[in-house]
């Protein structure tokens, strides 16, 4: 069942990650743990990368764990972390970029890093979707393939809309953000501006227009009972026609890591338990918003709206806030700020 262009492969199953599980997935989970008490620092983590193509996009099993560089060090604004993974990067691991540095590497360090950038958020979904099938089935070019137009994403099994939550969360990301002085664009506001939509082709194409220094896209997830917590999805490298992700992955990358650290702080919800192998971070080459984007950008899936204890969170203004302020503070960081 696809409802979500952002919608997981299928869950791993328990075996896959306890308690046979290879020796990083078992370092990552201890990294997350560590990261769940002072989470700013996520360096070290593994992803599970998810590889291959065919038309079911979302039906394809997670295959690859790689190791990730350890380069996402904290910003000023960020507690040090007791315990640094960066100090015992993964073997393998590649050596960090510079932290702290923001993208372009022309703005200084602190606040006045945050002078003159750009946000774009992307709502995801829109909550006039359900009365525009026609419209948002419509099959788009997202460079490597093509895929529909747009979803009309999950619901809580109470009903609340994927498309409701993401729209509140980005307008407290907003606000949270131009507080900062950021400039923030959102793709779209609903039922404000516009009935359905925009297409995911367009929603990249907001953020490459506006030079946007980072891109988030806001979910909520929709699997299975008893699955829960955060992701973080993060481009994969893709190349063909319009898309061509090699320059974004690194950037997005520690805007993802950033991420998520400040939104496990935030809201102290744990990495997804049922993919990401416990890191919190996914990689994907089938999402149009991803492979077609040319500025940094990643989707976060903010917690699973059919598992009860987490509906409850996602249905709570006060949790509302606090994953926006999470989201926020990783983008703060990111921009060195
Ligand atoms: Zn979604």
Avoid at 24 to 52: D, F, H, M
Avoid at 140 to 154: A, F, L, M, Q, S
Avoid at 226 to 246: C, E, Q, W
Wanted: aromatic share 4%; proline share 9%.
């Amino acid at each position: 069942m696809r409802y979500d262009e952002s919608s997981p492969p299928p869950p791993e199953s328990a075996s896959s990650i306890s308690p046979d599980r290879p020796w990083y997935a078992r370092r990552s989970t201890l990294v997350v743990a560590a990261a769940a008490i002072a989470p700013a620092c996520l360096a070290g983590w593994v992803l599970t990368e998810v590889l291959g193509g065919g038309a079911s996009d979302d039906s394809r099993p997670p295959r690859i764990v790689m190791p990730l560089s350890a380069s996402a060090k904290l910003p000023s604004a960020a507690p040090t972390p007791a315990a640094d993974p960066a100090a015992s990067p993964a073997p393998g691991a590649a050596p960090g970029a510079t932290p702290g540095a923001p993208p372009g590497g022309t703005a200084p360090a602190g606040a006045n890093a945050l002078v003159g950038r750009t946000v774009v958020i992307d709502p995801g979904h829109n909550t006039g979707n359900f009365k525009h099938t026609t419209e948002i089935n419509r099959q788009v070019d997202i460079g490597t393939n093509r895929k529909e137009c747009d979803t009309t994403g999950t619901t809580t099994n109470s009903g609340y809309m994927e498309a409701e939550f993401s729209m509140d969360v980005s307008r407290r990301l907003r606000t949270v953000l131009e507080a900062k002085g950021l400039k923030v664009v959102l793709t779209h506001e609903a039922g404000k501006d516009r009935p359905f939509g925009p297409c995911i082709d367009e929603r990249a194409r907001i953020g490459n227009e506006a030079a946007a220094d980072a891109v988030v896209s806001v979910h909520a997830d929709g699997v299975s009972a008893g699955s829960r917590g955060f992701h973080v999805i993060l481009p994969a490298k893709v190349k063909g026609g319009g898309a061509d992700t090699a320059k974004i992955i690194e950037p997005s990358r520690q805007l993802g890591e950033r991420i998520a650290g400040n939104f496990a702080r935030t809201t102290g919800s744990a990495p997804a338990n049922y993919l990401g192998s416990g890191t919190g971070l996914v990689v994907r080459d089938d999402l149009g918003g991803l492979n077609l984007s040319t500025r940094p950008k990643v989707f976060i899936e903010c917690g699973n709206m059919r598992d009860a204890k987490d509906a409850a969170q996602l249905s709570s203004p006060e949790w509302r806030q606090k994953a926006a302020q999470g989201i926020a503070d990783g983008i703060v960081g990111f921009l060195g700020g």
